[in-house]
């Protein structure tokens, strides 16, 4: 750890160990919003690929996609990323040839990704892949894995799955019990790569950002440049505090948070919004509770001590414990149905059940609920498939004020949500508003994902079109 603490020494960051959550790293001095504090590239990662759909392995891309002739198992989207790559795959490529067909079935994302990080060690080992203070081995065996609060189902499945590793290594001397810790340690460790519009690509193992420790206030962001980790400041971090990220959905309860923490990461979160007890019963309520039954009311209620309703914090009226619980069964009659109606294609039945759900759900939930959030942001996506820009508008507009106060400060989601607005105003020829929107999602996203990127050019250049039309039209208006 004393190289990797003189390499992080000159990027102005630090290590340190605290007894309630292990290593975390350290401004060593001031960063500012939008900032680049670290970034990585992966020890390893795997794309997302299934049987349904294929993924370049180098840069994860979907199209001109070819299947390695010889192993049948690993995409490329050209010679480049097979160049890239070739290093390592040479060695999986032999050992995934050998496997019979039904074995190579059971070779998952998850199974690769720990046969690449043997071989990648092999390969170091036998320095064919130089050895920096950033990029070794001994990070990952750095990383903390929770074995022991594992229960016997998860260590069994390890097990198995470290087993059909060794199968396909075959590799001399090696130890199937610290594979299984190691399939722990991916659980705890990590990071789903992105897209720049949050959309999952693969996952990665990227041993020094996965030093960085979880706050639901989080004071930077990690966003994916290709396969490059990068973190960025969202707010002022000042000299000796510990930078942090969000591992998890951060619009939700304390409770579903720390559910979710627990069941993935295997820790009770201990930051500054999970210790705030007042408030985060009014916050919870609000986000994932009940509205008033008075609709002119903006309060937010809380059960009644005898269990037999809620009551409403801001002007006290009773709320009918059964009602509630008939409008919830009628919701979640629906929601199953509409889910099956989207998977099964079915978009037209899919839009008729989600507006349904909504208008329940206004009568129950309150107007900043995250759950009527959810069915805005399902009724968006389908709407946009269904290229009804117009309705699309109209349920996005509903969705920013909510954004707003769940997503505060600069959370990359809410600068792609202004963009998404943005965009359909655009379409529709609202230009004024389209400026703005836009606008909006450079004053965020410049800070989240730096202003370098295609994707970030792209929103920079829709923002000046946009406003050179704006400007035709003006002088046209003008002069007629
Ligand atoms: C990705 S690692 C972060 C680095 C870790 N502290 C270490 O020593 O390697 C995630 C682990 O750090 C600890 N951790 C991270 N954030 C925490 C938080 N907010 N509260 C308590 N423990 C936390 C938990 O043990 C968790 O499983």
Known sequence: MEELQASLQPRGLTLSTFPDKGRSLLAARDFYPGEVIISQEPYVCVPNNSLT????????????????????????????CQKLEWKLHRLECQLLAKLDKERRKSVTPTIRMMVKLYLRRKLQNENVIPVTAMDNYNLVEALVSHMSDIDEKQLLLYAQMANLVNLILQ???????????????????????CDSELRSLGTGLYPVISIINHSCLPNAVLVFEGRLAVVRAVQHIPKDSEVSISYVETAASTITRQKTLKEQYLFTCICVRCNKLYDD??????????????NGCSGFLLRES????????????IRNKEEIRKIASDIKALSDKALKCSSSGNLQEAIVLYKNIEKLQKEVCHPFSIILMRTWEKLLEILMQLEEWK???AICRLTIP????????????????????????WLLGETDDAIKSFTKAVDILRITHGTSTPFMKELLMKLEEARVEASFKLSSREDS
């Open 402 to 425: 909510v954004y707003e106060r769940v997503y505060p400060g600069f959370h990359p989601l809410l600068g792609l949500q202004y963009y998404s607005c943005g965009k359909l105003e």
């Open 171 to 193: 590799l001399p001397n090696i130890d199937i019990k610290e594979i299984a810790e190691n399939f722990s340690k991916f659980a705890c460790n990590a990071h789903t790569i």
């Open 53 to 80: 759909e294929s993924r370049c392995d180098g840069c994860f891309s979907k199209s001109n996609l070819k299947k390695c002739s010889a192993c049948h198992v690993v995409w490329y989207c050209g010679s480049s």
């Open 281 to 294: 019963i009014q916050e919870s309520a609000i986000l994932e509770g009940y509205r008033c039954r008075d």
């Open 391 to 393: 309705e699309a508008l």
């Open 306 to 317: 005898d269990e037999k309703g809620f009551v409403c914090q801001q002007c006290g009226l």
